[in-house]
């Protein structure tokens, strides 16, 4: 009877033991899906696919089998449609795990990274300059998570060149080959020149020419980048934002947005690489800063359409 007793004993500990491993690697996997996205508005869609895994798995738990099978189909549906939507960011994680990059996806790249106000000063001196001259131009500039080709109309032509007033100013040059696109840049670098964006379908005020419909419409589609544009007509400076566009702008107040959106306030930071000794600290710091953006209700903001 004692032997039989303590069978049961082991068998239910090591039941509960093999299920308490099992939520342990699914709340692993989950986090490292959190880690790899950075998109802000893509931090709700994985919120939602990990409400409906704990849903599916209380059901079984409660024995209800209808409802586990209607939800595990959900869950199913949802998997396959977040790795269509997730593609880049995927295809960046199972490149940075085949090069045994682990390290790296809770970290930032360990190249060196220019001062904040540098970058920014060139394109605000380049745009101020190509105001003065009444000479349009259209930039991208990436605020978070890398934006993918398939995004654009035309890729347009790599460049992979740092950001310089004196390259920015030539490029835009009516004698050019590649000034009627718009350039790419990301961090410290432009990407590319040339890019043909989609074109908003809003109705725009008669002012607005090809140029501001364009980057109504690359951040409409994408959330992860501001656009800034230079009238050629009249030289006056914009930002598209969401599909939002703030203008006219003068060269301080375009620098002040462009300081806000590239360079949040030190709770809003990406926490920088430590030893590999301190790695669980550094894991904890991107959990508990993943978990606060996740937890926090999305800012309508009061956004100005003109």
């Known amino acids: ?33 959190l880690v790899i996205v950075g998109e802000r508005r893509t931090l709700w869609m994985v919120r939602g696919f990990i409400i409906l895994m704990l849903a599916a798995a209380v059901s079984n ?4 089998r209808l409802l586990h099978v209607a939800l595990n189909s959900l869950v199913t549906g949802s998997a396959v449609a977040m790795a269509v939507i997730l593609q880049s960011e995927f295809r960046r994680f199972l490149e ?21 106000d540098s970058v920014i000063d060139e394109i605000v001196d380049a745009v101020k300059e190509l105001s003065q001259n009444r000479t349009g131009a259209l930039l991208i500039v990436e605020t978070d998570s890398p934006i993918d080709d398939r995004d654009f109309s035309v890729p347009g032509v790599k460049l992979n060149a740092e950001v310089s007033k004196e390259l920015l100013q030539t490029i835009f040059q009516p004698q050019t080959l590649l ?13 590319s020149a ?24 690359i951040t409409e589609r994408v959330q992860a980048c501001v ?80």
Request: aromatic share 6%.
């Open 61 to 64: 738990w409660a024995g209800l």
């Open 1 to 33: 009877m004692n032997n039989q007793q303590s069978g049961y004993d082991f068998g239910l500990i090591q039941s509960l033991l093999i299920q308490a491993i099992d939520i342990g690697l699914v709340f692993a996997l989950a986090y490292l899906v």
């Open 179 to 191: 000034h009627d696109g718009a350039v790419l840049i990301r961090a410290s670098r432009i990407v």
């Open 227 to 306: 656009c800034v544009v230079v009238s050629e007509e009249t030289g006056s400076i914009s930002l598209a934002q969401m599909g939002i566009l703030n203008r006219p702008l003068t060269s301080n107040k375009l620098k002040e947005l462009l300081e806000a959106k590239l360079f949040p306030s030190e709770g809003e930071r990406t926490v920088a690489p430590i030893p590999i000794g301190n790695f669980g600290r550094q894991i904890g710091l991107k959990g508990w800063t993943l978990l606060k953006r996740i937890l926090r209700r999305p800012s309508s903001g009061n956004r100005e359409k003109k």
């Open 96 to 116: 940075q795990l085949g090069r045994g990059e682990i390290v790296q996806l809770f970290g930032r790249d360990r190249r060196p990274t220019p001062e904040p």
């Open 194 to 217: 040339g890019v043909i964006l989609p074109l908003s379908d809003r109705s725009a005020s008669r002012q607005l020419g090809t140029r501001h419909r364009a980057a109504m419409g």
